[in-house]
């Protein structure tokens, strides 16, 4: 014979949400879902993948295409690229722009036209190897940064 209070005590099932035999499964499944939303387990990272010009010789007065790719994760607000080369005789960068960038989690194309000056001694420029140093600037600091070089002819 059953008795009947201990069917009722035998048969029960906990809710849910408050099954012990669950609870490694649910943690495991919040800590992947953080791993996997970009931003989520801390602040944004980016660095940049590359620079690439159009060409590799330029000459007076021309049109230069700057290409970079960079690469972000997370929030990447209040981010600079700064784009800075080309120095004369004097100390004078003849390329220097600082442009505020909104990058999105992925990779970030970012193009840029910048005409040469002349290449002269009056100008400061001699023909010769000159390097743009571009940074990607994060809150005030330097977080990535790549130099490419390029030829300057008359």
Do not use: W
């Not at 949400?17 to 990272?45: E, K, N, S």
């Not at 590359?50 to 060409?55: A, E, F, G, L, N």
């Not at 972000?72 to 722009?97: C, E, V």
């Not at 990779?107 to 940074?135: F, K, M, R, W």
């Amino acid at each position: 014979m059953r008795c009947p209070a201990n069917d009722i005590i035998t048969n029960y099932k906990p809710p849910l949400f408050m099954r012990l035999d669950i609870l490694p499964i649910a943690i495991i499944m919040v800590i992947i879902a953080a791993c996997v939303v970009p931003g989520c387990l801390g602040p944004g990272t980016a660095h940049i993948t590359s620079v690439t010009t159009d060409k590799d010789l330029y000459h007076s007065k021309e049109i230069m295409n700057i290409t970079v790719l960079a690469s972000s994760q997370g929030d990447m607000s209040n981010t600079t690229l700064r784009l800075r080369g080309i120095q004369d005789r004097h100390g004078d960068f003849q390329l220097d722009l600082e442009s505020p960038v909104n990058l999105s989690p992925g990779l970030n194309t970012l193009v840029y036209d910048h005409q040469l000056p002349s290449c002269s001694s009056c100008s400061g420029l001699s023909a010769g190897t000159y390097q743009i140093e571009v940074e990607l600037i994060h809150n005030g600091m330097v977080i990535s940064n790549m130099t490419h070089s390029i030829q300057l002819e008359q």
